[in-house]
């Protein structure tokens, strides 16, 4: 599976847009861009994930350039308790359905 | 429904004690993994169950890791002998399988956490 790389810290300001870049610049056709994130103390949790269309759900927007190279995920109105470590994971599927977790990007929700 | 439930929470044993683990999945999910997280690192898959056979278990240290679910249900992991380098979170998770799908969601539990002095 594809390498990712992310920002090791972001803050941002509560109700305003969490933007979450991740680049995967060796993504292969067939590979799908994952996003999970860990709340302190917690297990990680699925948000959402694509493969080159925009994709939303109750929770974020992903959004995928043209090119796959790279990808955010957004949250249109954080609040605190979106404060977390979140995981974007590039994975191809196939028969073992393996994730590779990175070191994630911490985000800080600040009041 | 039911999260995925894992015992105990916190676990202290000094090196070379061995120690085990719980995990009881979501009702009906094929799929079981144990995972190792290091203080400020992301999960590592030790070790991936279909039902009850193993689909991968590349990075389980298996002179000291071992895993088992013989009814395809539920699962331990054991130590024997612990290092201090085990200290971390072990984390249970399940899935269901959806072939041909690019969709994975796992379903974690809350880990147990494992300190080795």
């Known amino acids: 599976d594809a390498k990712t790389t992310q920002p090791p810290s972001m803050d941002c300001a509560e109700g305003r847009a969490a933007n979450l870049p991740c680049n995967h610049s060796?993504?292969?056709?067939?590979?799908?861009v994952y996003w999970y994130r860990q709340i302190h103390s917690q297990g990680p949790q699925y948000i959402i994930h694509g493969l080159k269309n925009n994709e939303t759900n109750e929770m974020a927007s992903l959004i995928i350039t043209e090119d796959r190279k790279s990808s955010t995920l957004i949250l249109p109105h954080a609040t605190l308790r979106d404060t977390a470590v979140y995981y974007c994971i590039v994975f191809s599927g196939g028969s073992n359905y393996k994730l590779t977790f990175g070191k994630g990007t911490l985000l800080t929700v600040n009041p | 429904e039911a999260g995925v439930a894992q015992s105990p929470r916190y676990k202290i044993i000094e090196k070379r004690q061995s120690v085990a683990f719980w995990c009881n999945p979501i009702s009906g999910h094929a799929t079981l993994y144990w995972y190792q997280q290091i203080l400020g690192q992301g999960p590592k898959l030790l070790i991936q169950f279909q039902n009850n056979g193993v689909v991968d278990d590349s990075q389980l240290p298996k002179d000291r890791f071992s895993a088992e679910r013989l009814k395809g249900v539920d699962s331990t992991l054991k130590i024997q002998p612990a290092k201090l380098e085990d200290s971390a979170v072990y984390l249970c998770?399940?899935?269901?399988?959806?072939?041909?799908?690019?969709?994975?969601?796992?379903?974690f539990g809350p880990g147990t956490r494992l300190t080795v002095l």
């Open positions: 998770a399940s899935s269901l399988v959806y072939p041909r799908s690019s969709y994975n969601e796992q379903f």
């Open positions: 060796t993504i292969s056709g067939n590979e799908y």
